[in-house]
């Protein structure tokens, strides 16, 4: 093994490239400023779910009227509050549905019966969209009971879990954290192999018995830990300027962005070893880019897109990685409700780092 | 390395073949190079000099035949071929932001080398090629003679059996010249075969044997009175420019 030599070889060259380290720490905090300050859209067919304590007539139309809106689609039906609770942390709902064991009574007494709206507030976008949908809901369940009575028959009382500020920063930072540390990571490494390639460094190294694992992790190792630097970064950042917490574990976030970091890492050095040319390694991480910031949940919520759309979200390991951010940091969650996302980055990192050790060939040709 | 015949052949090459797409790069190429021996490859650019050198080293995949190196088959074992022979490249093929010692004590961990062992062969290979003073020196820096040099250090960090130099004295000035021809007698004194291409003719001649390479086919092999007979010319470098011109001849 020679990957002690090769690690110092990179860590040697990386200090005196002092305009990369530059931008892997500059580059974060600028996009972090300027994304944090923007952005915002129109939601549909949320994931809800209904905790019918009344289970009548009344209680039943309140809930197809909902479904009306457009903006929900009911997905399933919780026995209590536990269960609700469960399914908004978990993800599996971004909205909930309460109405209580009196509503049909109060009704038919005259009086104003109130349901509950639960919204996941940590993707403000799909919660502004929840907010006003249930709203609408409420008030044409009340017209149609009453017309014109004051105050109305029924009331939609709306609650934002987890960002009742509803502040969009504190969605959008753990989403930039995820957007940067993809697109950093990809890019350095897609032109790691193909710049010694280029410089022709490659052809005097490869001659030598070094092994091809060696030659990968020494690539890939420092790049994992300036991730890290870059991570907590924005993440100090982000708590400065945005007030973005952190309600869960850091050693859940680290770990997850362990197997995160090292997916891209294996991925831009995949790229590096199918590329020709620097040009055609930095367009291929642009590409890759892309989708990235379109379909994997950062900016508009997946629950909203096109089948084929989520499909390649599905493939891409940001989206993982965005849920597993965004419920660390907003929702506090911790790994019994994150396994799948991390067993899922850890494939990717395990698949596309071996992809790449086996792709890489010790020939010029 | 069992038999004598391996051991006394450094490089054995039957009927190799590489061929880019279209372009015939070597043809059927037949070789023997004796251990200990300085053997010059010759030809004009694009004569499959450097294709066949890359063969040899591994890094190219022949299209067809076979070639061992030091008793190991290049296609088989091309792993055991690295760890026994150096390799100079055309090109400056080291590290301009790392500084020659930085280079040379990577080049030594690749091979191995750890602790003092490492840190006594760079600061002898310093000594031995006057590098010393530019230790601290970024390669990027240097010129085309000192790169060489530095070069050449970093190939025979490990004590190869054999060396591929591919003009390894293209650019450099005459005075750095002659010292990287004193280092490579050297090297031969001490038992290392070395297969060394060049357009010098100056160099050419100083080779025990030699072999001309023409469009990617071997005419001529021999000492350089033999392949003088053979061509029946009074210098190498009549024989040279009587090829080049057989070789636009032919384009035509």
Same mark, same amino acid.
């Given at each position: ?79 209590? !509050? ?18 209580? !064991?009196?509503?049909? !009574? ?90 010694? !390639? ?168 | ?111 191995? #080398? ?35 040099? #530095?070069? #050449? ?89 009587? #090829? ?9």
């Amino acid at each position: 093994m020679s990957l002690l030599p090769m690690l110092w070889k990179e860590v040697v060259q990386l200090r005196r490239d002092r305009f990369t380290l530059a931008m892997m720490v500059g580059i974060p905090a600028i996009q972090l400023v300027l994304f944090g300050y923007a952005i915002r859209t129109e939601v549909r067919h949320l994931p809800t779910v209904v905790l019918d304590q009344s289970g009548t007539p009344e209680s039943r139309a309140l809930v197809s009227t909902l479904r009306n809106t457009g903006n929900f689609e009911i997905t399933g039906w919780v026995s209590n !509050r536990a269960e609700l609770a469960d399914r908004i942390a978990g993800g599996d709902a971004s909205a909930a549905l309460v109405i209580p !064991r009196d509503y049909m !009574r109060d009704i038919k007494r005259g009086r104003t019966a109130s349901a509950q709206m639960i919204v996941d507030a940590a993707d403000p976008m799909a919660s502004s969209a929840a907010m006003s949908g249930a709203a609408r809901a409420g008030a044409a369940r009340a017209a149609a009971l009453a017309p014109g009575s004051r105050p109305a028959l029924v009331e939609m009382r709306v609650r934002p879990w987890y960002n009742p500020g509803m502040r969009d920063a504190v969605y959008i930072v753990p989403g930039i954290i995820g957007v940067l540390l993809s697109l950093t990571m990809v890019l350095i490494t897609s032109i790691a192999i193909v710049r010694e !390639r280029e410089r022709g460094t490659l052809e005097q190294l490869i001659v030598t018995p070094i092994d091809k694992t060696s030659l990968i992790l020494g690539k890939l190792v420092p790049f994992l830990v300036i991730g890290f630097v870059q991570m907590s970064v924005i993440l100090v950042l982000g708590w400065v300027l945005f007030d973005v917490p952190v309600r869960g574990s850091l050693a859940v976030l680290y770990l997850l962005a362990f197997a995160f970091i090292v997916a891209n890492l294996g991925l831009g050095l995949l790229m590096s070893t199918l590329v020709r040319s620097q040009l055609q390694a930095m367009q291929l991480g642009f590409l890759f880019l892309l989708p990235n910031i379109l379909l994997s949940g950062f900016m508009f919520p997946r629950q909203a897109m096109p089948e084929v759309a989520q499909w390649i979200g599905a493939a891409l390991p940001l989206t993982y990685f965005l849920t597993g951010l965004r419920g660390v940091l907003l929702k506090g969650i911790g790994l019994e409700q994150l396994w799948a996302e991390g067993m899922i980055l850890t494939a990717f990192a395990v698949v596309l780092v071996s992809a790449s050790v086996v792709r890489f060939s010790k020939t010029i040709e | 390395m069992t038999d004598n015949a391996v051991a006394w052949e450094a490089v054995n090459v039957r009927g190799l073949r590489k061929v880019f797409g279209p372009r015939v790069a070597v043809e059927n190429l037949d070789l023997s190079i004796r251990t200990g021996e300085v053997f010059g490859l010759l030809g004009p650019n694009g004569s499959g000099k450097t294709t066949t050198i890359r063969m040899l080293c591994g890094l190219m995949t022949p299209t067809a035949g076979s070639a061992s190196v030091v008793g190991f088959d290049v296609i088989a074992s091309p792993e055991q071929v690295r760890r026994r022979i150096g390799y100079m490249s055309q090109r400056f093929g080291l590290y301009d932001d790392l500084t020659v010692a930085e280079n040379m004590r990577f080049y030594a961990s690749v091979y191995g #080398l750890r602790g003092d062992a490492r840190r006594r062969r760079v600061e002898e290979q310093l000594a031995e090629l006057g590098l010393e003073e530019r230790a601290g020196q970024l390669a990027g820096t240097m010129s085309g003679g000192w790169k060489q040099r #530095l070069a #050449l250090a970093c190939a025979t960090t490990h004590r190869p059996a054999m060396l591929f130099l591919d003009e390894p004295t293209a650019g450099v000035d005459p005075a750095s010249r002659r010292l990287l021809w004193q280092w490579i007698y050297n090297l031969a004194k001490q038992g290392t075969t070395i297969l060394v291409t060049t357009h010098y003719m100056d160099e050419a001649e100083r080779c025990e044997r030699l072999a001309f390479l023409s469009r990617g086919h071997l005419i001529a092999v021999g000492t350089v009175k033999e392949v003088l007979t053979h061509f029946n010319q009074p210098t190498i470098e009549d024989v040279f420019i009587e #090829l080049q011109r057989r070789d636009e001849g032919a384009i035509v």
